[in-house]
């Protein structure tokens, strides 16, 4: 399996630009959690899903974000319209059925909005 | 709400020496805890995990304590070297929701 995948590792944009990034887990893995890393804040959940549903999106942080997981193979993390404090590694991650288990990690997005 | 408290948040130890972690942890209903560890421009990968069912578990140099009454849980490195100089997460979750809280990490530096 080639892990969790992420797409694109390096993202830079303009402030007011929509954004996109793209996740696709491990197959099999019934979990699905968005994360932001930044110094000063760490790492943020932002929400996370289970059977392509969303569970719990309380971290995300306003309306100019929003996920999707259209199928079991494929998120979205959009943000619209993007802004400077929007810079961040944005980090996908997947996980097993039965758990809580351990959490498998993409590579990140790293998100530049100037 | 859920908050995981780690410190410290850096820690300078010698080659050789030990190092150690402390998390904290508020909702009582955390029974999963993961640490990770993330190199620098890196993923985080998980080193050890112990659930609530447990008080102590060791892998090779690395071991994690768990006190629930307290809601402690520490992570303990011996014999280190360089190669552990890297940003190290606890995280705690439950069996109810899978949400995972993470401490704020802590950076190691191992110096040779």
């Known amino acids: 399996d080639a892990g969790v995948i992420q797409s694109p590792r390096h993202e830079v944009t303009e402030m007011g630009q929509e954004v996109t990034l793209r996740c696709k887990p491990i197959?099999?893995?019934?979990?699905l959690f968005w994360y932001r890393q930044t110094m000063m804040r760490g790492l943020e959940l932002l929400i996370y899903?289970?059977?392509?549903?969303?569970?719990?999106d309380s971290g995300m942080p306003e309306d100019r974000f929003s996920a999707k997981m259209p199928n079991a193979s494929f998120s979205t993390l959009k943000i619209q319209p993007s802004e400077p404090r929007d810079s961040a590694v944005y980090f996908c991650?997947?996980?097993?059925?039965?758990?809580?288990?351990?959490?498998?990690f993409g590579p990140g997005t790293r998100l530049t909005v100037t | 709400g859920e908050n995981v408290e780690q410190h410290p948040s850096t820690l300078s130890v010698q080659e050789g020496d030990s190092a150690v972690i402390k998390c904290t942890y508020s909702d009582s209903a955390s029974n999963y805890f993961p640490w990770y560890k993330q190199e620098l421009g890196k993923r985080p990968q998980l080193i050890i995990d112990i659930r609530s069912n447990v008080g102590e578990k060791k892998d090779q140099r690395i071991a994690v304590t768990l006190n629930k009454t307290a809601k402690h849980f520490s992570l303990h490195i011996t014999e280190t070297q360089p190669e552990d100089s890297a940003v190290y997460f606890c995280a705690a979750s439950s069996t109810g929701g899978f949400k995972t809280i993470f401490g704020a990490g802590t950076r190691l530096f191992v110096k040779a």
């Open positions: 899903f289970n059977n392509n549903v969303p569970i719990d």
């Open positions: 991650a997947s996980s097993p059925v039965g758990g809580p288990y351990e959490q498998y």
């Open positions: 197959s099999g893995h019934d979990y």
